[in-house]
């Protein structure tokens, strides 16, 4: 069976990788032991970076990197086209995940953003929680 193709917003990523013990930590394993392909874009993965660097974790550049390798190597890396339809969405920096979901075809876009999750029932790519996706992933 081939793994599920998953966009994951930056916050659920960054839980994952930055808190080892969160109810999100799962989602690294699933992703380091193939059970999932996280889809990568360069705007979310600009994001990511930008987040990385927020003052409250304090992360060294060293520490960035490592986080990074954590789940770089294991993504598919898609260019989003600019001619992508995206649905009108309150939150202008939510865009680029649903384009990148579009685009790289994903199975889910997982999230806990309310932005984002009340256009799951018009989007044409699943919109989960964390915890929603979970259930899908082992009920597969």
Sequence with gaps: MTPPRVVLDTNVLV????FPRSSLSWLRTAWQCGAIVPLAGGETTKELLQVLCYPKFRLS??????MLADYLPWCETMTVGADVAIPDCRDPFDRPFLALALSGRADA????????LALAPAFPVAILTPPAFKRLLHGM
């Design 15 to 18: 839980s994952a990788l930055f």
């Design 61 to 66: 550049e060293a520490e960035r990197e490592d």
């Design 109 to 116: 876009l997982v999230t806990g953003d309310g932005d984002l």
